[in-house]
Each structure stands twice: as structure tokens, then as C-alpha cells.
């Protein structure tokens, strides 16, 4: 029960997008579209921002997006906004029956 | 409106024991699975167990079988996890959340996740 990869920390400038991996094996990640990802402002509880890969919750921004290729799924984040500074984490379940989330991923607005 | 709330946190010294309860309001509780997932301080999100709508599935991160044992009441609403063996990487805020819900064909899915109840072996 590995956790996904993510990168620590990923940064851009207002406006700019930005995109987040989230490396997984056969087992987890590529087996399924069952792939989320989170977001968490310090001290918050963690709001769901994408799942089934692309799709987004009511009330979350188009400026979110989600993708999947093979064992990789990614996060892009168009229009960067100083509100977006947050911790990422994607999520899936897995073949076995349970779920996995990544390390999480920083993100900075410079 | 959906409420989840967790309580049953603690301070604990490690070997001993605690009850997590996650009491559901404005949910069909009995519809939905539900899980526990957990943050050590500073640390990220870990998935911890899930139980199905009754007790037939159930599922758990290796580092807690055979310690941690998730269960629910469908008549009190209320989800718990009955950890023993606490160690002190246990230490942790317990979210407990619920499965993805998909309200009707078509239309967009949510979860709701509680505060959390915070853990603390030492």
C-alpha cells in the first residue's frame, strides 16, 4: 500500500496555470477513473475539487482540472489566484479495495 | 444539511486504547460507506479503513490491521473506529467522510468529511 507520488511543491505567478502529478501504478491509479484530488488550506478540513479524473463537484471553479494518462493522473490549475495557495492531494481507490492518497503537493502563488 | 462529528479523541499512552464515534446528521447514512482518513500533525492525508452501507465489507491501510476495527450503527447514524495498540505514530486528527455520494444519474457527486478528532499517543 504505497502512497502516490506527488511533487512536494509546485509554484506560479498570478494568472500563469500550473499542473500537478500524481504518479500511481496498475494497481491504484491506472486501474480505474475512480481518481480525486483534494485541496486543504492550513487548519481546513479538505474540499474535493475533481473526481472520476475530470469531473468537478458543484460550485468548484473551471479553473480546475483533471486528467489521467496511464498510472499518471494531473491536476492543472488555470488562472492562478492567490486563493489557490493550498496543499493538493489526489486520491484512489484501488484493486485491492481500498484507497491511496499521495504525499501532497505545495502550492505557491510568487 | 449534512453534518458528520467526530468525538472519542484523546490523549492515550501507547498500548492503550480508544472509541472514535462520527455521529451523521441530514444523511441517509444507511445509503453510504464511510471512511476514516487521518493527518498527523504536519504531515498529509492518510486513508485509514472503510466499511460499506452494512458490515460485510470492510477495509483497511496495513499499518492498522489487526489493531483498528471499523464499525456502524445504522440505527444511531453514528460510525465508529475502535482503535487498540495505540502507538505513537497513531497520533493524529481522525477525520471520519463519507464515501462519494452520486445523488442521480447525470447530476455532479460530493463528499462530506467532519473537523476531525485529534489523537495524541504518548
Known amino acids: 500500500q504505497s502512497g502516490l507520488t506527488q511533487p512536494a511543491s509546485v509554484s506560479g505567478s498570478p494568472g500563469q496555470s500550473i499542473t500537478i502529478s500524481c504518479t500511481g501504478t496498475?494497481?491504484?491509479?491506472?486501474?480505474?477513473?475512480?481518481v480525486s484530488w483534494y485541496q486543504q488550506h492550513p487548519g481546513k478540513v479538505p474540499k474535493l475539487i475533481v473526481y472520476d479524473v475530470s469531473n468537478r463537484p458543484s460550485g468548484v471553479s473551471n479553473r480546475f482540472s483533471g486528467s489521467k494518462s496511464g498510472n499518471t493522473a494531473s491536476l492543472t490549475i488555470s488562472g492562478l489566484r492567490a486563493e489557490d495557495e493550498a496543499d493538493y492531494y489526489c486520491y484512489s481507490y484501488t484493486t485491492s479495495d481500498t484507497l491511496v492518497f499521495g504525499g501532497g503537493t505545495r502550492v505557491t502563488v510568487l | 444539511q449534512v453534518q458528520l462529528v467526530e468525538s472519542g479523541g484523546g490523549v492515550v499512552q501507547p498500548g492503550g486504547s480508544l472509541r472514535l464515534s462520527c455521529a451523521t446528521s441530514g444523511l441517509n447514512f444507511k445509503k453510504y460507506g464511510m471512511h476514516w482518513v487521518r493527518q498527523a500533525p504536519g504531515k498529509g492525508l492518510q486513508w485509514v479503513a472503510l466499511?460499506?452501507?452494512?458490515?460485510?465489507?470492510?477495509n483497511y491501510v496495513d499499518s492498522v490491521k489487526g489493531r483498528f476495527s471499523i464499525s456502524r450503527d445504522n440505527s444511531r447514524n453514528t460510525l465508529y473506529l475502535q482503535m487498540n495498540w495505540l502507538r505513537s505514530e497513531d497520533t493524529a486528527l481522525y477525520y471520519c467522510?463519507?464515501?462519494?455520494?452520486?445523488?442521480?444519474?447525470?447530476?455532479?457527486?460530493?463528499?462530506?468529511w467532519g473537523q476531525g478528532t485529534m489523537v495524541s499517543v504518548s
Open positions: 496498475s494497481s491504484d491509479v491506472g486501474a480505474y477513473i475512480y
Open positions: 467522510a463519507t464515501e462519494l455520494i452520486r445523488p442521480v444519474e447525470g447530476t455532479k457527486a460530493f463528499d462530506v
Open positions: 466499511i460499506g452501507i452494512d458490515e460485510k465489507r470492510k
